[in-house]
């Protein structure tokens, strides 16, 4: 199991918790590491050390600010995708007016199922099962406007309608990837929480070596370092968090239609 899959199983708080509680052992590690050393060898607190920690703390906040600035870019994606799959979803339905009968009918009673389908989930077998449902729609669709082509080539209305149709079933797939295999590469992800942990018994080793504890500057740095791992980790999470991305352009949607509650998947 990687090391993303094993955070995926923690709920966000969890994650929060076990770095914590990691954070913790690996500095009391390295407090007393540092003051047995220091009782050996009384020069080495005039050593580079305290430079070395800030130096490596530098690190790690550059390294944060890449893996923030990177889960932020797919968080604002996976929204804006909401957005434009909403927007042609309800141009199809409207195109779909211009077309003759039945097929104007059938369309827009598919449509109908369809919005509901596109309303993301925190099941990620549900999720698979509507993706599922979802093609099977898109070609239902495509069968009912590739007739209608036959039928009138020439027609720029049935042109404009092909065109939106076009745009849905291709923000199917960029949603798709967008929601669930575009996430922070897992390299960063585990480098960002080794780093920080090296790091947190770096300063701990320092604070041995000086023998000048201090539980309060440990807790807060702790706390603040771990509260912008998590926000990291509940960013790159598509489905489940404290951040998740609004699908209310959907449910609008699914109002203005009057959709169709969505197929039970077979089995």
């Not at 130096?55 to 995708?81: K, N, Q």
Request: proline share 5%; aromatic share 8%.
């Amino acid at each position: 199991m990687s090391f993303q899959q094993v955070l995926d199983s923690l709920p966000i708080g969890g994650v929060f918790v076990a770095f914590a509680l990691c954070a913790l052992t690996v500095i009391e590690v390295g407090y007393r590491y540092g003051y047995w050393w220091q009782e050996r060898t009384h020069d080495e607190k005039e050593g580079p050390t305290g430079m070395i920690v800030g130096s490596l703390l530098a690190l790690i906040a550059f390294l944060l600010a890449v893996a923030m600035g990177m889960a932020s870019d797919r968080f604002d994606t996976r929204r804006g995708l909401v957005l434009a799959e909403a927007n042609s979803i309800g141009t199809t339905y409207l195109r779909a007016g211009y077309l003759p009968e039945p097929a104007s009918s059938e369309i827009r009673d598919l449509l109908r199922e369809y919005v509901p389908l596109r309303i993301a989930t925190d099941d990620l077998a549900e999720v698979r099962a509507r993706i599922a449902r979802s093609v099977e729609l898109q070609e239902k669709l495509w069968s009912v406007a590739e007739e209608l082509a036959r039928a009138t080539p020439e027609s720029d209305v049935l042109a404009l309608f092909i065109d939106s149709l076009n745009e849905t079933i291709d923000l199917n797939e960029t949603r798709v990837t967008a929601g669930i295999y575009a996430r922070v590469p897992e390299t960063i992800i585990l480098l960002l929480f080794c780093g920080s942990m090296l790091t947190l018994g770096m300063v701990g080793y320092n604070v041995g070596l000086t023998q000048r504890r201090s539980p309060l500057t440990t807790i807060v740095l702790i706390a603040l370092l771990g509260a912008v791992i998590t926000l990291v980790v509940d960013l790159d999470r598509p489905r489940d968090g404290f951040l998740k991305v609004s699908q209310q352009p959907l449910i609008d949607l699914q109002e203005q239609v009057g959709a169709l509650p969505p197929a039970n998947p077979p089995g």
